[in-house]
């Protein structure tokens, strides 16, 4: 089981050309810049374009198959579809939005009941309003709780928070993770953000040009160094911990992972909780030796296992911590004095960390 797909597209002077296949359930992220094809392959899927030669099956359904003549029409596909924009009816309250979705599926059909939904997007006081007076972020989120009405086989979501500012972005993120851990559906979720990908996925497809880069688990292509988004500002490795103990008095929470014990500032966790950890490259430094008297809590034993050039006069360094990868951003001078090649022993001193979930 899982979705495999393969699409050949021309429109004007771009092409897509690609093949993939990607596990059934949880959040695959289809990122790459602007032209790259990510809209396009979701509109293959979707069967709202139709590509010469193409494949496209859902756990086990047939949608698409040309070389068969079989292409199920897009409002016979069990999909739901969120876009930028939200794309409500203005004239119907939350609950006329809902109800509209809900109509789509015959009652015998419906895998995901709308208080389901409705209490997983937290909109239950929204009900009585009209569309037109909420903002971006609940819009977005009512859109998402209409395409999870028609209880898809497979979600679809075309960059939802591209629209929203920051504060916005900060409201509905929570509410996607716990689609992520509550729901029993694959997602395809496009996006251009690496802080979206790190913090939603688990499969991780990477596009160029229309062609496909690399595909897998995301925190392996993060930190790929033959990749893109082990470069530049927004580079980081993603790391599980379980979290072993808490110090309230500081704020702290304390997690075990492949590389040792991390202090994280967020005092709400639990013991025994699983967290998912962004640790950014550009929050790393690295020492020969263990360092005394710093005010740095996050010191790990690791092994350089690569470099690569970065931004003019930077080194992106590629670290086994026990078995986890991170990352750390160097000066090229840095790297010269410290002596930086795969096989030498050092110190990573890591300098923030981000609590995802």
């Known amino acids: ?25 949880g959040v695959t992220a289809i990122y790459g810049p602007s032209g790259s094809g990510k809209t396009t392959l979701l509109r293959c899927i979707a069967g709202l374009e139709r590509s010469g030669g193409g494949f496209l099956s859902v756990n086990g359904e047939v949608w698409q198959d040309d070389k068969a003549g079989v292409f199920v029409p897009v409002h016979q596909r069990p999909l739901g579809y969120v876009f930028q924009e939200a ?37 239950g006081q929204l009900l009585n309003r009209r569309s037109d007076t909420l903002s971006g972020g609940e819009r977005q989120r009512v859109a998402i709780a209409r ?27 929570p509410y996607l993770e716990r689609l992520h851990d509550e729901l029993d559906m694959p997602v395809l979720y496009v996006s251009h953000s690496p802080d979206e990908v790190a ?95 710093s005010s740095v809590l996050n010191v790990f034993a690791a092994v350089v296992s690569g470099l690569s050039p970065d931004n003019p006069g930077q080194v992106m360094v590629s670290l086994d911590a026990g078995g986890s990868t991170l990352l750390a951003r160097v000066s090229q001078k840095s790297a010269d004095a410290l002596g930086l090649s795969p096989g030498k022993a050092v110190f990573a001193q890591v300098k923030g960390v981000a609590v995802l979930g």
Do not use: C
């Not at 089981?1 to 359930?25: E, K, W, Y």
């Not at 109800?99 to 995901?112: E, F, H, I, Q, S």
């Not at 629209?163 to 993120?173: G, H």
């Open 199 to 293: 913090r939603l996925a688990d499969h991780l497809v990477l596009l160029a040009d229309g062609k496909l880069l690399a595909a897998g688990p995301a925190r392996e292509l993060m930190t790929r160094m033959d990749l893109p988004m082990a470069h530049g500002d927004s580079a980081a490795a993603i790391i599980d911990a379980t979290v072993s103990g808490l110090e309230p008095q500081y704020h702290l929470s304390h997690a075990d992972f492949a590389g040792g014990r991390i202090s994280l500032l967020n005092p709400k966790l639990q013991v025994g909780q699983r967290v998912r950890v962004r640790i950014q490259a550009r929050g790393v430094s690295l020492t020969l030796a263990r360092q005394d008297g």
């Open 147 to 173: 395409a999870l009405a028609t209880s898809p086989s497979l979600l679809l979501m075309d960059e939802p928070l591209a629209s929203l500012d920051v504060q916005r972005k900060a409201e509905i993120l």
């Open 1 to 25: 089981m899982g979705i495999t797909a393969s699409f050949s597209q021309r429109n004007g002077d771009f092409s897509l050309d690609v093949a993939l296949s990607l596990p059934g359930r």
């Open 87 to 123: 794309s409500l009816f203005a004239h119907l309250d939350v609950q006329g939005n809902l109800d509209y979705g809900l109509k789509r599926v015959p009652a015998a059909k419906r895998r995901v009941p709308l208080d389901q939904a409705i209490e997983l997007l937290g909109i």
